[in-house]
């Protein structure tokens, strides 16, 4: 049995490669399933499931959607969806319209602090997918603005930074019940960036996403200590959630990362795909 990564970004969203490109590199790398998980988009999911079959590599229809939260941020994966549901799909369509309002409003931002960019240029940045901020720390090094995309955003994207416009998102039970009346699993990614403050903090949260859908935790990420993925482990097994992980690759920001290894110390069994098969609502 072969290794798997169940959190990857294509052009779709802030990744680098386009869905059929992370499928092939995927297959060279000799991994036996992979799930796109774009930021609050399907749309490459299409394009990602044909080369699949193409190529004949199997492919999970997945999606990342970012959740209201306080302190820290909060991601929902969803996994196994049809993706052809009318509600999921109208959802995120009206993400995509809340991003079409927000992008000027950062560029504004920008320009008045001296910054001279123009949206066309990110846009093109972006490779023809969504827009978001890690498009525009790119044209901000591009055009000599800084020097790395931790400065972009420390300077001017971040959340408190001069140029952050905030960003409309869904409310936990929201984000679950889209994912869900899709015929999706939901796993909580990257518990880390919650936040919380301690594991018992933590575990007040999963409990109440629990309630309101959640089946796993994304324990296996690159982000993610040792401790810290003993601590998420332990929490999973005690209430028999799905465990899950992924490398979060990009290919933009952090390019000593790669695919399904992570930073080389990432082997993900295909059981994980398994578990989550047997957890989904229905066939897609
Ligand atoms: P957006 O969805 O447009 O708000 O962009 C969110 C993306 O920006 C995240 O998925 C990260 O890839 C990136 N990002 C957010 N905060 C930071 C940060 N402080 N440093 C580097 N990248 C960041
Ligand atoms: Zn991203
Ligand atoms: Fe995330
Ligand atoms: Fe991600």
Redesign the pocket.
Known sequence: MGYVDLHL?TTA??GVMTPSGIVRYAKSKGLQAIAITD??TIEGLDEGLSEGEKVGFEVIPGVEI?AEHFPG?M?LLGYFFDIHHPLLKGKLDYLQKA?AD?NPKIIENLNRLGVKIRYEEVVKASGGG????????QVLIEKGYVRS??E???RF???GAPAYVD?LRFKPKEAISFIEEAGGVTILAHPKTLGMNGSSALEKIVLDLMEIGLKGIEIFYPEHTPMEMAQFKTMAERYGLLMTGGTDY?GI?KEELDIGVGRGEMRLPYSLVEALKAARNHSP
């Open positions: 970004h969203s802030d930021h609050d970012s941020s991601h991003r927000r969504q827009v978001g901020r890690p498009h525009f720390a995309f931790q972009a955003f420390e994207l971040k959340k960003k990009h920001e």
